[in-house]
């Protein structure tokens, strides 16, 4: 019997916990702004334990056996993890109380999709960053079609399902491949094996879906046509969801296995990924430029943000890691931030979800506005914001790890000039032009008000202030 | 502290008025000229406490980002004092200027003023290559404000372009900064962006010719946008036109002088090898943006445009003479970008002025203007001949350094040049001619105002440094003579050893013996001829 170490497992246990209490809480209480309170304080206790772990841990734990490796790596997911699920909690309590149905169960899959995040960053197994994948994507697929009545929702639960079940599905193909060969599922059992394996094409085939389905996971290009309808069928809470925790999951895993246990054959896989992140910048960036429909810019600006986290794989060294981890970081409370100004900008009857319902709105709701611009020059890597910290970070640990990649970025600092225009575009019809009809905002929802600031003094406090997120940042390879 | 004090003094006083002031547009605009008279108060110090030395002055380090190797490291020498007061001299001249002129959203106004001119100052201090670059991209969001809600009819167009087109050139800038980062970390194990270290360390590097080609290009391109120099000036026009008065005082005053400051500060002292041979492909560029500028200026029936296109001509002449590489031509370019500064910021102030008045800004439409406003056009004449560079203001000290530099690197971008002053002479002239003699014959003009006391009053300060730059120049040529001397030393230094041995194989020849004497000017002929060789 392998020894636990339950006291390692604490972030862990709390966010399980928090899930089922809060299934319990609904059933009781009536209020269920009670329940949104009981996910809020769970996710902070997870935060604080997943802090108070990091800043004591040096060595990276082996835990259940060999399941689970919590380390620096790990602890640090979590929080981004704790941040994005409390900020989405947050946000979320006006949508759920205008849609008066399954309040509880909503918070549930919010808490229960985030444990499956927590196991797939500290997984040492890829049986359990599969379990935790799938954890994480069931309770999404719900999430997004959480609005049954919503024709909208609907198509985008559904697709995502049939798209994530696909690649799902080719992950496990890539996981079973790479067990073939290796002769276990263990992650660090991977890199000692490379040297007699790594030629070999079932290996080799095996790496390349994994890539493929992390890429879904993540929204890639080619692998991203799912992203711009779900984020734009599912509630705007949902989408802000989708957008952040899961994609630094996914990169969670995608790094794990990437940067550390296939460190050794990178000169396979280097190439593809720089392509790979090349496409995804290019292509997201480019289509957002044409959107009409905020969160559809949205979903084509997160799918260019995870471009620029992958120029950060490339580097494919700790300093890498760590850039990607500080980029995550920062992108989940900047994206956040953003869905958060779009929930306050609801109207009587409906969601401003048009860029050009947006005119006039920078004089007529000062704070909206300013609020909103900021996130957008985060997004667009303006400083002194924290986006342009993380990309500065990122695009420094590439040049630094190879300079021969240099093109991939000039490519990536001329896809920020063009997502500039696209980010600006929206400050433009805030500040800059008339609405065409008389806007009837209906007065900011305290809560949604509250994660929305929260965001924005995250982005301003990190953006003049890094040193002390890169110094949690700071990770040694073979976590 | 000090230089901290000044660069974010703007910035606090934008914050009070964010807080304090955001529905009082009256209380917003006092305190906006309250904190630029402080500031300017403030760089006052600057000048007289500063040193006749090439050191850097009033330094302030601290680091930032440690783990990264980056500092928040502020500090200036004789090159930048004269960009960091004609700033803080703009500050209360442009706050006064949109006194009455602005009339939506006045704090707002105020307030993204007063951000613009902390970006701009953190530009002109900082010696740490990342700050430099926050403070040059920070410094766009606001001057897209100030375009894009308070500007003209093609004001959002306009703003996107300015943007972007900063934006881009901004963005390969970075990539050469950190490249720039890490060939010095893994050469001499210090991985710092400070830009003082960088430059001592260049020598050391062994850059091959072409990585330091690309590395001076990507730097170059981002400055030439901001310039501009030919052809990357077509964003200026639809800036400045559709700008409110104060954004084209800004612009023309301090912005584009960001672009030749950073040629000065970057591209020059760190690739001097580069920069000698890109010397004819930029001198040309100038001297085609020096005769194009005034070309299209001639044509142009608004007055604005005309004078955004004197800009691209009067930026062609800093940019020559920084780029002839001797003491005339660089002093005479930073002497100018001070000149161009005053006379084409006043000149924007002027066309303001009558502007608010007549709600138009074609040539067509003035005439006669003398005869109804005596002291407009007294001032305006001055401004217009300190622009054309008559001897005795200011424009001419500039020209005429810029010219002598030119000259003793290569006659014949002199003798080009020079058309651009007879040029300049003629639209000009003619556009005063036709705005303020001949007869009053549009029956509007003639109820038209003088200008006020307040109007007087923000151009006659501008006016005194127009006269007293023409007549006494020395008090600004010796403040930057030991800084001008110390980079054309660092710029020399490699070349002259490289190109020793080719420097024999040309004493033979006479051409490059008959220069003048000094072998500054022999070892630049030389490094011409290399680079024409190679």
């Known amino acids: 019997m392998p020894e636990i170490r339950w006291e390692l497992l604490t972030p862990i246990l709390i966010m399980t916990g928090t899930a089922l209490l809060a299934l319990v809480v609904d059933l009781v209480v009536r209020s269920k702004k009670t329940v949104a309170g009981v996910a809020c304080l769970g996710t902070l206790a997870m935060s604080a334990s997943s802090y ?82 799938e954890l994480m994507s069931l309770c999404l697929y719900v999430l997004a079609g959480f609005f049954p009545r919503d024709l909208a929702s609907n198509e985008a639960g559904m697709k995502y399902l049939l798209l994530g079940a696909f690649a799902s ?16 599922t263990n992650i660090t059992e991977i890199a000692p094996q490379l040297p007699r394996i790594g030629e070999s094409p079932f290996f080799l085939v095996g790496v390349v879906l994994l890539i493929v389905g992390f890429g879904f996971k993540v929204a890639l290009v080619p692998f991203h046509q799912w992203a711009p309808d779900v984020y734009e069928g599912a509630p705007t809470p949902v989408a802000a969801f989708i957008s952040a925790g899961p994609k630094a999951a996914g990169f969670a895993a995608f790094f794990r296995i990437f940067a550390d246990a296939l460190n050794g054959i990178s000169g396979e896989w280097l190439m593809l990924v720089a392509i790979l992140a090349a496409l995804t910048m290019t292509v997201g960036n480019v289509i957002a430029l044409v959107q009409s429909n905020i969160k559809r810019m949205l979903a084509y600006s997160s799918i260019a943000h995870a471009g620029y986290v992958l120029v950060a794989l490339t580097a494919a060294n700790g300093d890498g890691v760590s850039s990607a981890m500080f980029y995550l970081f920062v992108y989940c409370i900047m994206n956040i ?91 433009v019809f805030m500040y800059m032009r008339e609405p065409s009809e008389p806007l009837r905002f209906l007065p900011y929802n305290s809560w949604s008000l509250v994660a929305v600031l929260l965001s924005m003094i995250g982005v301003l406090l990190i953006g003049i202030l890094p040193s002390f997120l890169m110094e949690q940042t700071s990770v040694q390879l073979f976590m | 502290m000090f230089l901290s004090l000044i660069v974010f003094l703007p910035l606090a006083g934008a914050a009070v008025i964010a807080i304090f002031a955001r529905s009082h547009p009256e209380v917003a605009k006092g305190i906006a000229l309250l904190t630029t008279l402080l500031t300017f108060a403030f760089s006052l110090f600057l000048y007289f406490g500063f040193q006749d030395t090439a050191s850097m002055q009033f ?136 830009l003082l270290t960088i430059q001592q360390n260049m020598s050391q590097l062994g850059l091959s010719v072409r990585v330091e080609m690309f590395l001076f290009l990507a730097f170059f391109l981002s400055f030439a946008i901001k310039v501009p120099l030919f052809p990357f000036h077509t964003w200026l026009p639809d800036a400045h036109v559709e700008a409110p008065t104060v954004g084209s005082v800004i612009l023309a005053g301090v912005l584009l002088k960001m672009g030749t400051y950073g040629m000065l500060r970057f591209c020059i002292p760190l690739f001097p090898t580069a920069t000698f041979s890109a010397v004819p492909w930029i001198s040309v560029l100038a001297i085609i943006g020096i005769i194009y500028g005034a070309l299209v200026a001639m ?110 690197s290569h006659k014949i971008y002199a003798v080009f040049a020079a058309i651009g002053v007879i040029l300049a002479a003629v639209y000009m002239l003619w556009m005063f001619q036709r705005v303020v003699f001949g007869k009053l014959e549009n029956p509007v003009n ?49 070349v002259k050893i490289q190109s020793t041995v080719r420097l024999q194989e040309h004493r033979t020849n006479p051409a490059t013996a008959s220069l003048d004497g000094p072998s500054l000017s022999a070892t630049i002929e030389n490094a011409d001829k290399l680079a024409f060789n190679e």
């Open chain 1, 52 to 133: 108070l772990l990091l800043s004591g841990l040096v060595e990276p734990q082996n835990v259940f056996g060999e399941m689970m490796l919590v380390s620096r790596y790990s602890l640090f997911f979590n929080m981004i993890f704790g941040a994005s699920t409390l900020l989405v909690i947050l946000i979320s309590i006006r949508t759920m109380e205008r849609a008066h149905q399954h309040q509880g169960e909503y918070y549930m899959l919010i808490l229960l999709a985030t444990v499956g995040m927590m196991l797939m960053a500290s997984a040492n197994e890829l049986i359990m960053v599969f379990l935790g994948l």
């Open chain 2, 299 to 408: 044509v142009q029936p608004d007055l604005k445009k005309l004078v955004a296109y004197s800009s691209v001509s009067h930026l062609g002449f800093v940019v020559l003479g920084l780029f002839a590489l001797n003491s005339q031509g660089i002093q005479g370019g930073i002497l100018q970008m001070v000149n161009h500064g005053l006379s084409t910021g006043a000149l924007f102030l002027i066309v303001g002025m009558i502007y608010e008045r007549r709600h138009t800004r074609l040539i067509a439409d003035f005439g006669g203007l003398a005869k109804r406003m005596p002291i407009f056009a007294t001032i305006f004449m001055i401004i217009t001949f300190s622009s054309i560079g008559l001897p005795g203001l200011n424009g001419f000290v500039g020209e005429f350094l810029v010219l002598t530099g030119a000259f003793l």
């Open chain 2, 59 to 194: 330094e302030e380090r601290v680091p930032w980002i440690p783990s990264l190797g980056i500092s928040y490291h502020l500090a200036i020498d004789g090159i930048s004092l004269f960009l960091v007061l004609l700033t803080t001299f703009f500050g209360p001249i442009c706050i006064l200027a949109a006194w009455n002129s602005i009339q939506k959203n006045v704090p707002g106004f105020m307030i993204a003023f007063l951000f613009l001119q902390t970006g701009m100052l953190g530009v002109f201090c900082s010696l740490d290559m990342v700050l430099f670059y926050v403070f040059w991209e920070a410094m766009l969001i606001p001057m897209y404000f100030l375009i894009g809600i308070w500007g003209g009819e093609k004001r959002i167009y306009a703003a996107i372009k300015f943007v972007l087109y900063t934006m881009a050139g901004g963005a390969l800038m970075l990539v050469a900064i950190l490249a720039l980062y890490v060939i010095n970390g893994k050469i001499t194990g210090n991985y710092t962006f400070n």
């Open chain 1, 337 to 427: 931030g953003a869905f958060g100004t779009v929930i306050l900008a609801e109207t009587k009857d409906s969601e401003t979800v048009q860029i050009r319902s947006y005119a006039g709105i920078g004089f007529r709701r000062p704070l909206l506005g300013l609020l909103m611009t900021l996130f957008m020059l985060s997004l667009a890597g303006f400083p002194p914001t924290a986006g342009f910290i993380a990309k500065l970070n990122v695009f420094k640990s590439a040049l630094q790890a190879h300079p021969q990649l240099a093109w991939l970025i000039v490519l990536a600092v001329l896809n920020a000039v063009v997502s500039a225009y696209y980010y600006l575009r929206l400050v």
């Open chain 1, 169 to 184: 599905g080719l992950f496990l193909y890539g996981i079973a491949l790479i067990y073939g060969n290796v002769g276990s």
């Open chain 2, 446 to 494: 003639a109820t038209l105002q003088d200008l006020s006391i307040r109007e007087i009053a923000l151009l006659v300060p501008v006016l005194l440094f127009i006269i007293f730059i023409g007549v006494y120049p020395h008090p600004f040529l010796s403040r930057m003579e030991a800084s001008v001397e110390h980079l054309i030393q660092t710029v020399h230094q490699p």
